[in-house]
C-alpha cells in the first residue's frame, strides 16, 4: 500500500484530466504542460502500479478497466475537494449539494425552495441529477434524495414519505377512447411505462388482470416527459402520488379506477455518516424532513 508521502498527487491530477478528456495533447494544454510530460506521469503510473490505465490507438486514447475505476474514484475526490472549498473558503455562503431524481426535483422540491431560503438565507444549495445508486461509492454529492427501500450500503437513510401508484390519464384521451369502466378496458388504450414495468405489472395483478394486452406501450426513463406525455393526451400512465395530485384536483388529469398500487419502496434522505454534523448540511437535512412529513 502508498503511503501519504508516497502518493503521487501530481501524477494522479494529469491523469484525471488525461481521462476526463481523453487526450493526452488536450490535458496538456489544460495543465499547461508539454503532453510528453504527460504522457511521462501516466506511464510511470502504470509501471509503479503494474497495470495500464489507457489503451494507445492512433490519434486517440482509451481507458482500461483499470483506468475507467481509477478515474471513478479521481473524479469523486476532486469534486468533493472543490466542494469543500466552495463551501468553506471562497465563499462566504454555505454551500450544500443536493442530488434528486427530475420528478422529485420538479414537482416537490422546486416548489419548496424559496420557503428555505427564507429560513436560510445564507446557505446555498446547488442541485444535482441523481441516478439510482447502491452505495457510498456512487454519491457524488453531501445529500440526496433516493427510491429504494432504505437499504444502502454505508449510507444514512431516513425515509422521507410513501408513493402510490393509480393509472391516469387525461379527459380528452379518455373522452376518445369511449371512456373507461373496468380496468380490462385499457387493453384500447395506449400506455407508458417508467423504467421497467414493475409499476403497471404490479397494478393488474391487484385488479386480476396479469395477462392484460394494451394497443400501444412504450417505455421512457425520464419521469417528467411520462407526466407531460399524459397531459398532452397521448398515453396513460401509472400516476404517482402525491406527486401528481394538483393536477388532479384541478382536472387536467383523472383517476377512473380506485385501486392503488403501494410498492415497499419510498423516497429516502441519504447522507454519508458524520456528513450532517456540518450544521448547513444538518439544516438543509431537517427541512427537507420536515416538509415531507407534511406530505400526504
Not at 511521462?40 to 503494474?50: C, H, K, N, V
Not at 421512457?220 to 399524459?230: F, G, Y
Request: charged share 25%.
Amino acid at each position: 500500500m502508498l503511503s501519504h508521502r508516497r502518493l503521487p498527487l501530481t501524477a494522479l491530477r494529469t491523469f484525471e484530466a488525461a481521462a476526463r478528456l481523453l487526450s493526452f495533447k488536450s490535458a496538456a494544454e489544460e495543465l499547461r504542460v508539454t503532453p510528453q510530460s504527460v504522457s511521462t506521469q501516466i506511464r510511470q503510473l502504470e509501471a509503479d502500479w503494474g497495470c495500464l490505465l489507457f489503451v494507445r490507438q492512433t490519434r486517440k486514447i482509451a481507458l482500461t478497466d483499470a483506468g475507467r475505476a481509477l478515474a471513478r474514484v479521481m473524479s469523486r475526490a476532486l469534486n468533493d475537494i472543490r466542494t469543500e472549498v466552495e463551501t468553506y473558503i471562497s465563499s462566504g455562503r454555505k454551500v450544500v449539494t443536493l442530488a434528486v431524481g427530475p420528478i422529485f426535483g420538479l414537482r416537490w422540491l422546486l416548489p419548496r425552495l424559496n420557503k428555505f431560503y427564507r429560513l436560510h438565507p445564507h446557505i446555498e444549495v446547488v442541485l444535482h441529477h441523481s441516478p439510482r445508486i447502491t452505495s457510498a461509492e456512487q454519491m457524488e454529492t453531501m445529500v440526496t434524495i433516493d427510491w429504494g427501500t432504505g437499504d444502502w450500503s454505508g449510507l444514512d437513510a431516513t425515509r422521507l414519505f410513501e408513493v402510490t401508484f393509480v393509472p391516469t390519464l387525461s379527459p380528452t384521451l379518455l373522452k376518445q377512447h369511449g371512456g373507461l369502466k373496468k380496468p380490462s378496458d385499457l387493453a384500447r388504450y395506449p400506455i407508458i411505462h417508467k423504467w421497467d414495468r414493475e409499476e403497471w405489472t404490479s397494478w393488474l395483478k391487484l385488479v386480476g388482470l396479469g395477462e392484460l394486452k394494451f394497443a400501444q406501450e412504450v417505455t421512457m426513463r425520464d419521469s417528467n416527459i411520462v407526466m407531460q406525455a399524459a397531459l398532452d393526451g397521448h398515453s396513460v400512465i401509472m400516476g404517482t402520488f402525491p406527486l401528481i395530485r394538483s393536477e388532479v384536483e384541478s382536472g387536467r388529469l383523472v383517476c377512473p379506477f380506485a385501486t392503488e398500487y403501494h410498492p415497499i419502496r419510498a423516497y429516502h434522505l441519504l447522507t454519508r455518516p458524520g456528513t450532517r454534523e456540518t450544521p448547513a448540511v444538518n439544516a438543509v437535512c431537517q427541512w427537507i424532513e420536515t416538509e415531507a412529513r407534511q406530505t400526504i
